[in-house]
């Protein structure tokens, strides 16, 4: 079945960073395009960041210049390098398939405090 096992978060001070892995299996990930979502607490779950199947990329205007997203196909792996983490970035971090009905993962805590 299809699995997607986000790991990385943690709590992190302004101005550092962090890296999120996406670990999928039970389909054929180089196919798919795949995204990174995020929701705060009280508010709803966005789009932070996408990657095609054959590596193009898109951002949220907010992460741009701070957040990259990359995919290893031959480990099945997405990612997330977060930069210059803000307050404002403290979220569950999700990976999901970018497609309708797509999977999503359980969900990474980041947290940006000092």
């Known amino acids: 079945q299809v699995q997607l096992v986000e790991s990385g978060g943690g709590l992190v001070q302004p101005g550092g960073s962090l890296k999120l892995s996406c670990a999928a299996s039970?389909?054929?990930?180089?196919?798919?395009?795949m995204a990174w979502y995020r929701q705060a607490p009280g508010k709803q779950r966005e789009l932070v960041a996408t990657?095609?199947?054959?590596?193009?990329?898109n951002y949220v205007d907010s992460v741009l210049d701070r957040f990259t997203i990359s995919r290893d196909n031959a480990k099945n792996t997405m990612y997330l390098q977060m930069n210059g983490l803000k307050p404002e970035d403290t979220a569950v971090y999700y990976c999901?398939?970018?497609?309708?009905?797509?999977?999503w993962g359980q969900g990474t805590q980041v947290t940006v405090s000092s």
């Open positions: 039970g389909f054929t990930f180089s196919t798919y395009a």
């Open positions: 999901r398939q970018q497609q309708y009905r797509g999977y």
């Open positions: 990657i095609t199947s054959d590596g193009s990329t």
